[in-house]
């Protein structure tokens, strides 16, 4: 695992937020993939409860936002990048920074996904 892969990976899901129906998680995530959406909270274990998720936390493909990144390390399989996400005109939704931490497979894939969001004056 390097920086460039990692890189890759987070294009690829910022492609996958954009792209309608969920069809791109497979190349992103492995079938017994861990999704933690943050630290307390309960898992989403398997491509096809990860690919209900999606449907249910975003908006769809038109979805008004810009993601920038930087990763922050890279250690054998697990990577950790910093993430800033800012929503359009959404009240409560304006921009959120977070810890992603992927555990990546042997085929490049991640199986393990936790996201750290912080949000505002929340």
Same mark, same amino acid.
């Given at each position: 695992?390097?920086?460039?892969?990692?890189? =890759? &990976?987070?294009?690829?899901?910022?492609?996958?937020?954009? %792209?309608?129906? %969920?069809?791109?998680?497979?190349?992103?995530?492995?079938?017994?993939?861990?999704?933690?959406?943050? *630290?307390? !909270?309960? *898992?989403?274990?398997?491509?096809?409860?990860?690919?209900?998720? &999606?449907?249910?936390?975003?908006?769809?493909? =038109?979805?008004?936002?810009?993601? %920038?990144?930087?990763?922050?390390?890279?250690?054998?399989?697990?990577?950790?990048?910093?993430?800033?996400?800012h929503y359009g005109?959404?009240?409560?939704?304006?921009?959120?920074?977070?810890? &992603?931490?992927?555990?990546?497979?042997?085929?490049? !894939?991640?199986?393990?996904f936790e996201e &750290? *969001?912080?949000?505002?004056?929340?």
């Amino acid at each position: 695992m390097d920086r460039t892969h990692v890189a =890759d &990976w987070i294009a690829g899901y910022q492609r996958a937020w954009r %792209t309608a129906g %969920t069809a791109p998680l497979a190349s992103l995530f492995t079938e017994d993939a861990r999704y933690l959406q943050g *630290p307390y !909270r309960e *898992p989403v274990v398997g491509l096809p409860a990860i690919a209900r998720m &999606w449907k249910a936390e975003r908006e769809g493909p =038109d979805e008004d936002f810009t993601m %920038t990144y930087e990763i922050v390390a890279v250690d054998n399989d697990v990577a950790v990048a910093r993430v800033e996400v800012h929503y359009g005109e959404r009240p409560g939704r304006e921009e959120f920074r977070d810890l &992603w931490i992927m555990r990546f497979a042997g085929d490049g !894939r991640c199986s393990a996904f936790e996201e &750290w *969001p912080f949000a505002p004056e929340r």
